[in-house]
């Protein structure tokens, strides 16, 4: 009796173990994207899909209805059949460029031109330092103060260029009027009064450095090359009109042989 007792429990646990393990195993349903989104990108139907993930691998921020990502906006490119989570999306009723911008910091425009965006290749990720080129005092009377440039920010985000949030696929180079960056406040004010001072230059930097050095403004004295006096020139003589001279002997040696003389011209 003991045995058959034994047996019964043990099958009951048994089944019940195997139907929570496979409950514990069976995969749920998660929202992912039908294929590769942009940044900026407002999402529709038809960009999602649903994917099997592991239940006992739970993924923070997932979505698992596909009615609660229509019209959100994505704010970093999401690959094709990745599950969308709500780290890569844009917080609800946000659109176009606002998206784009973390909480805390903003975004400020710079007019430029084919050297200041450095020949069209400034592309949206990719990070710059800005310089600006003034006269100190030069509002104040002082005019006359020697040209000076200077880095006012460091490793600064570009957020567009121009109407593009994205980089260009083919990555052509793309002349635009204005670029966007993002900055902090602080930074921002110090990006729209140095503009007002003088001229601002974007700089490429690297995508892999981020270090920020400290730079001593350059003036004009730093690179200037001190000038060598030109040789003063040589005086030509004019050659005087008529056949030319003879010219004279250097020297005239009396030669003596035996009673016989003679002159003999060097």
């Not at 460029?97 to 290749?121: E, H």
């Amino acid at each position: 009796m003991a045995l058959a007792v034994s047996l019964i429990i043990s099958f009951f646990l048994y089944n019940r173990i195997k139907r929570q393990y496979a409950m514990n195993s069976r995969p749920i349903q998660l929202v992912a994207a039908a294929k590769s989104l942009d940044p900026g990108t407002v999402i529709q139907s038809g960009d999602l899909m649903q994917i099997d993930w592991p239940v006992n691998f739970p993924l923070e921020g997932s979505f698992t209805k596909q009615q609660d990502l229509v019209g959100r906006v994505a704010v970093l490119p999401i690959a094709a059949k990745e599950p969308i989570r709500e780290p890569l999306l844009a917080a609800p009723g946000a659109v176009g460029l606002t998206t784009k911008i973390p909480d805390g910091m903003r975004a400020v425009a710079v007019d430029t031109n084919d050297v200041t965006n450095v020949a069209g290749f400034l592309y949206p990720g990719a990070h710059v330092d800005v310089l600006v080129t003034f006269q100190p005092d030069a509002g104040r009377g002082g005019g006359n103060q020697e040209w000076m440039t200077s880095t006012v920010l460091q490793n600064v985000e570009v957020l567009s260029t121009g109407e593009r949030l994205a980089p260009d696929p083919s990555g052509k180079p793309q002349k635009v009027r204005q670029v966007t960056l993002l900055l902090s406040p602080d930074d921002s004010q110090k990006l729209v009064l140095a503009s007002t001072q003088g001229n601002i230059r974007l700089i490429m930097r690297n995508g892999g450095d981020k270090e920020a050095t400290d730079h001593r403004p350059v003036i004009f004295k730093d690179f200037e090359i001190t000038s060598v006096p030109r040789p003063s020139p040589v005086a030509v003589r004019k050659a005087p009109s008529g056949p030319p001279p003879k010219p004279k002997p250097a020297y005239e040696v009396e030669v003596y042989d035996g009673t016989k003389k003679a002159v003999q011209k060097f």
